[in-house]
Nanobody
Framework: QVQLVESGGGLVQPGGSLRLSCAAS????????MAWYRQAPGNPRELVAK????????NYADSVKGRFTISRDNAKNTVYLQLDSLKPEDTAVYYC?????????????????WGQGTQVTVSS
């Protein structure tokens, strides 16, 4: 079993910053991708940012480009999301997501795993 545990959400004023963390644990062979999604009330879940392990490539939603930064600590199986210049419309539950490889060399398993979510509220 693989688990993702998020931390770092909270209440912040517009223009403020937060840093989210997500640590993966369990019987992990490798992690191919880690990402952050968010879901605001009444809205579908949307991709915020993703990081591809093999290339180090990052992608961002247009709405957060230049304000949010995704980074990885591969040794710790952890992904971070730095949220700067926060706006009220960034208010949402933020979810960590990962493509994780488990199993043995002759029986590899490919899993998509979700964290439980952490609330980010931007309000004055």
């Amino acid at each position: 079993q693989v688990q993702l545990v998020e931390s770092g959400g909270g209440l912040v004023q517009p223009g403020g910053s937060l840093r989210l963390s997500c640590a993966a644990s369990g019987s992990i062979v490798s992690i191919r991708r880690m990402a952050w999604y968010r879901q605001a009330p009444g809205n579908p879940r949307e991709l915020v940012a993703k990081h591809i392990t093999s290339t180090g490539t990052t992608n961002y939603a247009d709405s957060v480009k230049g304000r949010f930064t995704i980074s990885r600590d591969n040794a710790k199986n952890t992904v971070y999301l730095q949220l700067d210049s926060l706006k009220p419309e960034d208010t949402a539950v933020y979810y960590c997501n990962a493509d994780v490889v488990t199993g043995s060399p002759t029986d590899l398993r490919y899993n998509e795993v979700w964290g439980q979510g952490t609330q980010v509220t931007v309000s004055s």
